[in-house]
């Protein structure tokens, strides 16, 4: 009954509306636009156009932003096409009174309810909701220069910890330019003489209207309120790295943090490492490997950071997932051309992650559930507005999917993982803070009763920051960490546990300087050591074919000092120019072989030994890493950028796969393996179009690499005391170009489409030993070619619907071109190394996002996702490997780890 009596109010109070009464001023037109406006902004504008007063539950209406336009259109029509794609419906109280509800509310107790309320003033817009409003004057009327431009200038800081905003927008309302914070929080902006009104916007944050009366120039600072993170997170002008026309810098992507949580997911899973390969020029061999290659790179030239510590291992589940988990973090950018002269050590790209700090006002968390795992996050003021606490953690239960596999062996494997981190945040004074934190991560995996790996990284981690005067802010930070690994044979004869990691420690000091409105310095210093920690084999169990072996490794220190200068000449022209200067040595304790002069380095050619003592410097590097970009506006909407890069690489990894396993080992540079050094140049070219709502970039890059590692074929790279004798010092050369078209804002659909062409080769020095003859081969990763592509489609805002597919070419393997047969026995030729290729990889995935985050205000709000990975069950190899049979010539087997549709499902609560 009560079904019938709301849908019969629905059909007589909605759909028969327009004849209620000719006078109704549902009947009058009007026309209006609304650019960026969530539905109570939307609303309100309606009540002065249209001489109505509409009643809702400001709590119960999206405040997602769109855009709204119509012209000459009654207000019936243009709240049925207002409210109905946003699952909202109205129903008329009087001639000039309108109850707005969501379509499930559509009863007459709830509707009598809303009335009452509205009628007797008792319902308000939550604070949150509201803009901050100020006033601010500067000058006297009477004694005003006659001027038609007044400049103002200042700071925007968080009101609570007083701390500068970087990246916040700052513009005139109805004005489209505006202007960006730098990385202090300061601004300069020119308005006309007079009233203005002045509106500031960044992510996270209420945005701040600002009443202005300027008579001259003269300067204001304006706080911002933060605005709870629960709400969930919305993308604006104020993300510094993503605002590719403004920003000086070449190749800079920022992944927001909620698309990573709307991207279809594999088993349930956001994760930041496999949203990366949605951007061009990123890719990763297939699925399940691990880590990522930038524009061609090797997996090791990517400096991966967490809260600016080093993680050597992002991978759980073999690389399945990777170890971030999305419900801490803030922040993710990827530097994959101009590099800040802050980072060195890594040649392709740095990766920066940013873990958000504790709540400071009030206590929140969330708990969610996938397929693959748990996981549930708590924080909250500990000392309200002075110390807060952010904790979470993850843990997998994914054997229950392993008991579905054909084979016995994957019925009896195993697989785990779990992270977890806690981090205190002190606000100190006025606006100094220090934060410090503690993460770690475990992963277990076994296959069968045959072979396994365990790994994991243990990362502490301080951070200070302190104002120095009002132009000046100085970052002090220490860490250290331990990356350990063990690969085991649990049951054979030969049963063992082989272990080795790596532990590091780093210190840094950077001061960000901002002299006048053109010029913005940072400079610093950081000292890196690195010690590796010695493979050691054990038997398993006491009856063992297996010896006790232990190789000890490498270690390395870095001292850097660096300065970087963002300065703007005029409105259309800006240069970053940095350089790094770098001292390295490696130390002991070290038994160096020295072998044979000009000989090649062979075990038989070792004809001594040196050793060092603890701490007794071995060999030393150096040298100085410049770094300059160069941006030229050609109009508010279109700019052209060129930039060069050096940087140098004193630790590499060991590894002659594709995808690298856990025990594969880092080694630091010694007298035998130099650090790699390469040079980037980059132009670009970037514009946005139609009200911004779309963005074009392109880029064109050439990049050589001198000293890289080239393994020989068939190295012996574990327990190997003279790891040098399997590496050849090899160049690499990479060159293509990226372009991207992405859709940033829309009712209905967003997403982009980007294309990728990458060449990347290697080649050795001639004589003997030489790969491939000493000629120029594909590296690795030579993917040529590369598309993705992503579409969004918005059913209403809590609601949406997303699409991903990714092309890739195969990437090389080495595969025999001719076979012999030699007394009976079949022998293969392989005549030059990567010669074949693996078959293009195609994947398609879809995702169902509800979130009600969006949506609700208060309360627990619940989120769930639904992905099918794969969707079209394309069999993507993983590798082909050659087997012969005996008495038979070698015949190619694929591997794929993911060969068909996997759904999933995923849900989180948040309170």
């Given at each position: 009954m009560k079904i019938k009596t709301t849908l019969l109010l629905y059909f007589i109070l909605f759909w028969s509306i327009p004849t209620l009464s000719a006078q109704s001023r549902l009947n009058n037109s009007a026309s209006g636009t609304y650019k960026s406006k969530n539905i109570y902004e939307i609303l309100s504008g309606l009540e002065t156009t249209y001489n109505v007063r509409f009643c809702n539950d400001p709590e119960l209406l999206p405040w997602y932003k769109l855009d709204y336009s119509f012209t000459n259109k009654t207000l019936h029509e243009v709240l049925k096409g207002l409210l109905n794609k946003n699952t909202l419906t109205y129903v008329p109280l009087n001639d000039s009174l309108i109850a707005v509800c969501r379509i499930q509310d559509l009863q007459s107790a709830y509707i009598k309810d809303l009335r009452t309320r509205c009628v007797n003033g008792t319902i308000e817009l939550p604070e949150m909701l509201q803009p901050l409003k100020l006033e601010k004057s500067i000058g006297d009327a009477n004694n005003a220069v006659k001027s038609s431009k007044i400049r103002i200038s200042g700071q925007i800081s968080d009101q609570d910890s007083g701390e500068g905003i970087a990246g916040a927008v700052i513009f005139v309302n109805g004005v489209n330019s505006g202007q960006q914070t730098n990385a202090i929080?300061?601004?300069?902006?020119?308005?006309?003489?007079?009233?203005?009104?002045?509106?500031?916007?960044?992510?996270?944050?209420r945005e701040t209207q600002i009443a202005l009366s300027a008579w001259e120039d003269g300067t204001i600072d304006i706080p911002m309120a933060p605005m709870p993170l629960g709400l969930g997170e919305v993308l604006v002008e104020g993300n510094r790295a993503s605002n590719k026309t403004n920003n000086v810098q070449t190749g800079v992507e920022a992944l927001p943090v909620s698309l990573v949580k709307e991207l279809p997911k594999l088993l349930g899973e956001s994760d930041v490492i496999r949203s990366l390969n949605t951007i061009a020029g990123v890719s990763n061999v297939s699925d399940g490997a691990t880590g990522f290659n930038v524009r061609g790179g090797n997996l090791d030239q990517n400096l991966t950071l967490q809260d600016d510590a080093p993680l050597f291992n992002t991978a759980h589940v073999l690389g399945l997932f990777s170890v971030y988990n999305t419900d801490v973090v803030q922040s993710v950018t990827l530097y994959k051309g101009h590099v800040p002269a802050k980072y060195g050590g890594r040649l392709a790209s740095v990766l920066d992650v940013k873990l958000r700090d504790g709540d400071f006002t009030q206590w929140r968390g969330n708990v969610g559930i996938s397929m693959a795992s748990g996981r549930g996050r708590v924080e909250g003021p500990l000392i309200k507005k002075r110390l807060s606490v952010l904790a979470a953690v993850r843990r997998s239960y994914a054997n229950w999917m392993l008991q579905?596999?054909?084979?016995?062996?994957?019925?009896?494997?195993?697989?785990?993982?779990?992270?977890?981190?806690?981090?205190?945040?002190?606000?100190?004074?006025?606006?100094?803070?220090?934060?410090?934190?503690?993460?770690?991560?475990?992963?277990?995996?076994?296959?069968?009763?045959?072979?396994?790996?365990?790994?994991?990284?243990?990362?502490?981690?301080?951070?200070?920051?302190?104002?120095?005067?009002?132009?000046?802010?100085?970052?002090?930070?220490?860490?250290?960490?331990?990356?350990?690994?063990n690969y085991f044979d649990p049951s054979s004869t030969n049963n063992f546990n082989l272990s080795n990691g790596i532990d590091y420690r780093n210190a840094s000091w950077r001061v960000v300087f901002i002299p006048n409105s053109r010029h913005e310095l940072s400079y610093g210093a950081n000292w890196n050591r690195n010690i590796g920690r010695p493979e050691i084999r054990t038997?398993?169990?006491?009856?063992?074919?297996?010896?006790?072996?232990?190789?000890?490794?490498?270690?390395?220190?870095?001292?850097?000092?660096?300065?970087?200068?963002?300065?703007?000449?005029?409105?259309?022209?800006?240069?970053?120019?940095?350089?790094?200067?770098?001292?390295?040595?490696?130390?002991?304790?070290?038994?160096?072989?020295?072998?044979?002069?000009?000989?090649?380095?062979?075990?038989?050619?070792?004809?001594?030994?040196?050793?060092?003592?603890?701490?007794?410097?071995?060999?030393?590097?150096?040298?100085?890493?410049?770094?300059?970009?160069?941006?030229?506006?050609?109009?508010?909407?279109?700019?052209?950028?060129?930039?060069?890069?050096?940087?140098?690489?004193?630790?590499?990894?060991?590894?002659?796969?594709?995808?690298?396993?856990?025990?594969?080992?880092?080694?630091?540079?010694?007298?035998?393996?130099?650090?790699?050094?390469?040079?980037?140049?980059?132009?670009?070219?970037?514009?946005?179009?139609?009200?911004?709502?779309?963005?074009?970039?392109?880029?064109?890059?050439?990049?050589?690499?001198?000293?890289?590692?080239?393994?020989?074929?068939?190295?012996?790279?574990?327990?190997?005391?003279?790891?040098?004798?399997?590496?050849?010092?090899?160049?690499?050369?990479?060159?293509?170009?990226?372009?991207?078209?992405?859709?940033?804002?829309?009712?209905?659909?967003?997403?982009?489409?980007?294309?990728?062409?990458?060449?990347?080769?290697?080649?050795?020095?001639?004589?003997?030993?030489?790969?491939?003859?000493?000629?120029?081969?594909?590296?690795?990763?030579?993917?040529?070619?590369?598309?993705?592509?992503?579409?969004?489609?918005?059913?209403?805002?809590?609601?949406?619907?997303?699409?991903?597919?990714?092309?890739?070419?195969?990437?090389?393997?080495?595969?025999?071109?001719?076979?012999?047969?030699?007394?009976?026995?079949?022998?293969?030729?392989?005549?030059?190394?990567?010669?074949?290729?693996?078959?293009?990889?195609?994947?398609?995935?879809?995702?169902?996002?509800?979130?009600?985050?969006?949506?609700?205000?208060?309360?627990?709000?619940?989120?769930?996702?639904?992905?099918?990975?794969?969707?079209l069950g394309r069999n993507n190899p993983f590798s082909v490997y050659f087997e012969r049979l005996p008495g038979s010539y070698p015949k190619a087997y694929s591997l794929s780890v993911i060969g068909a549709a996997i759904p999933s499902i995923g849900m989180d609560a948040t309170f």
């Open positions: 929080g300061q601004y300069r902006l020119d308005v006309g003489s007079g009233a203005s009104a002045l509106s500031v916007k960044y992510i996270g944050y579905f596999t054909d084979l016995a062996e994957g019925r009896e494997s195993r697989a785990l993982f779990y992270d977890g981190i806690v981090k205190l945040t002190a606000r100190i004074g006025e606006k100094s803070s220090l934060a410090v934190s503690a993460y770690q991560s475990r992963d277990y995996f076994r296959y069968g009763q045959q072979y396994g790996y365990g790994w994991g990284n243990l990362v502490f981690n301080a951070t200070y920051r302190h104002p120095i005067g009002e132009r000046a802010v100085s970052v002090i930070q220490v860490n250290s960490g331990r990356y350990n690994a038997p398993k169990q006491d009856i063992s074919a297996t010896s006790y072996q232990n190789v000890p490794k490498d270690r390395g220190e870095e001292f850097a000092l660096f300065g970087e200068d963002e300065f703007k000449i005029n409105d259309q022209f800006k240069i970053s120019a940095g350089i790094r200067g770098v001292f390295y040595r490696n130390f002991g304790p070290k038994t160096l072989r020295i072998y044979e002069p000009g000989a090649h380095l062979t075990n038989e050619n070792i004809i001594d030994s040196v050793v060092y003592s603890g701490n007794k410097t071995v060999k030393t590097y150096g040298g100085l890493e410049p770094r300059i970009s160069l941006a030229y506006k050609l109009d508010d909407r279109k700019s052209l950028k060129i930039s060069y890069n050096r940087a140098k690489q004193y630790i590499h990894q060991m590894s002659n796969l594709a995808s690298p396993t856990p025990v594969d080992i880092w080694q630091v540079s010694n007298t035998y393996v130099r650090p790699q050094t390469g040079d980037q140049f980059d132009l670009g070219y970037s514009t946005d179009w139609k009200d911004r709502k779309w963005e074009i970039t392109a880029d064109v890059f050439y990049k050589r690499i001198q000293d890289v590692p080239v393994f020989k074929n068939l190295p012996n790279l574990l327990l190997n005391p003279n790891i040098e004798t399997e590496i050849l010092p090899g160049n690499g050369r990479a060159h293509g170009f990226e372009i991207s078209a992405k859709k940033n804002t829309a009712v209905r659909w967003t997403g982009w489409v980007n294309y990728t062409w990458t060449r990347t080769f290697v080649r050795t020095p001639t004589g003997e030993g030489a790969v491939n003859n000493g000629d120029w081969y594909p590296s690795d990763f030579d993917q040529p070619h590369q598309v993705n592509c992503y579409a969004k489609y918005a059913f209403n805002p809590s609601i949406t619907a997303g699409f991903n597919y990714t092309y890739r070419t195969g990437r090389p393997i080495s595969a025999p071109d001719r076979v012999y047969s030699v007394g009976g026995i079949v022998v293969p030729d392989y005549s030059s190394r990567n010669n074949a290729r693996i078959p293009d990889y195609h994947r398609l995935d879809f995702s169902l996002n509800i979130d009600q985050n969006k949506a609700r205000i208060s309360g627990t709000k619940f989120s769930f996702n639904i992905s099918i990975y794969n969707l």
